[in-house]
């Protein structure tokens, strides 16, 4: 019996992984469930599932990664609230099965200090980074990390069309059914520039031997390539059962989730492209903020959220995403080596500077 908590238990990713818990009853002892707002779905969850306790809203977290009697806990909420409840977890020896991304995109190298501090395993669920996790067996001979990306709604579509589409036109994603705030990223494929940080402090690889390549058909969901030339790839389909799965009884495997075995005939065929960073400005955005490090890549994420939630409310077009974020990653004067509480500064400062810059209707439609 693995005991796990579920913080984000009414999202996407929380829903999908209480649905892989309930076909593994007897492997799991569910201690917490934890959501932001949705108190009605929380409580049929506890009526379900029956935690020792649940939490609603932000105050309750702390307790829930300082209880010790956790051997897991799965953090899948979204957004920067992730990073404390995470470090505090970590903190206390407990292993992390990590779907948020806004925990090492804004603090990456604090993050894996302390996993490294205090032996804690992190999993990736991210279907990427899982891939990658499952691909590599000796990291000291993986030269480089291939990172695929489904391309989107706007894969074919020209620049144009991408610059007037609708929120419903980027909300339809056509391989992955995910929260809004994640579909308009893989719609602008900042999505994958946030994947390609993450990957760099999860995997320690320099951003030069991360490389990304469009994937329609999101069948081979990342790989590696060994130094010999040899390339390991993770396949399967496209369902996020199977990386939370992978996440929550990592190192061992169980049938669970699984309702049918995969066949190479039925996908028939995969295709590969280059990514196009012109029409796709965000990826390159995101390698060139890694690179800088620090605090830009928290200025990059606090001003990419706002910008898509302006976008989600109809207040700016979707190119202005771009145009938004990469403005205040101009104006940002990196610090290197940020406290816990100068990410935190910098995150609020950012986004009070992007909403100013929204509201000044200076890119209203
Ligand atoms: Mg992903």
Not at 13 to 38: M, S, T, W, Y
Request: charged fraction near 25%.
């Amino acid at each position: 019996m693995r005991k796990i908590s579920i913080i984000g238990s009414t999202g996407s990713i929380g829903r999908q992984a209480l649905e892989v818990i309930e076909k593994l009853p007897d492997k799991f002892e569910i201690i917490a469930l934890a959501c932001g707002h949705n108190a009605e779905l929380l409580k049929q969850q506890a009526e379900k599932f029956k935690p020792r306790y649940t939490v609603l809203g932000e105050e309750g977290l702390e307790k829930i990664c300082s209880d010790k009697e956790n051997d897991i806990i799965l953090v899948a909420c979204s957004g920067k609230i992730g990073l404390k409840p995470t470090l505090k977890a970590i903190r206390n020896g407990i292993d992390i099965a990590l779907a948020n991304k806004e925990t090492l995109v804004m603090a990456g190298d604090l993050v894996m200090a302390e996993a490294k501090k205090y032996g804690v395993n992190i999993v990736p669920v991210d279907s990427e980074h899982c891939a990658i996790h499952q691909c590599i067996k000796d990291i000291n001979q993986v030269d480089k990390l291939i990172i695929t990306a489904s391309g989107g709604p706007f894969l074919h579509k020209s620049t144009d069309e991408m610059k007037s589409a609708t929120v419903e036109q980027t909300l339809a994603h056509p391989r992955w059914n995910m929260g809004k705030k994640i579909t308009v990223d893989s719609a602008t494929l900042m999505n994958k520039g946030l994947e390609v940080i993450e990957a760099h402090y999860l995997f320690g690889f320099d951003y030069d031997n991360i490389e990304v390549v469009v994937h329609p058909q999101s069948i081979i969901h990342s790989a590696v390539e060994y130094k010999d030339g040899s390339v390991i790839a993770q396949l399967g389909l496209p369902s996020m059962h199977i990386p939370i799965q992978y996440a929550i009884t990592y190192p061992e495997r169980f049938e669970g989730i699984k309702s049918k075995s995969f066949s190479f005939s039925d996908i028939a065929r995969l295709d590969f492209e280059k990514p196009d960073f012109e029409k796709f400005p965000s990826v390159k955005l995101a390698y060139d903020m890694g690179k800088i490090g620090g605090s830009a890549t928290v200025c990059m994420n606090a001003a990419n959220e706002e910008a898509v939630m302006a976008f989600l409310a109809g207040e700016i077009k979707l190119c202005n995403i771009y145009e938004i974020t990469k403005k205040m990653c101009d104006e940002h004067e990196p610090v290197k080596n940020p406290s816990l509480d100068e990410i935190f500064e910098i995150d609020k400062f950012v986004r009070e500077k992007t909403k100013n810059l929204i509201q000044s209707h200076k890119f209203v439609i």
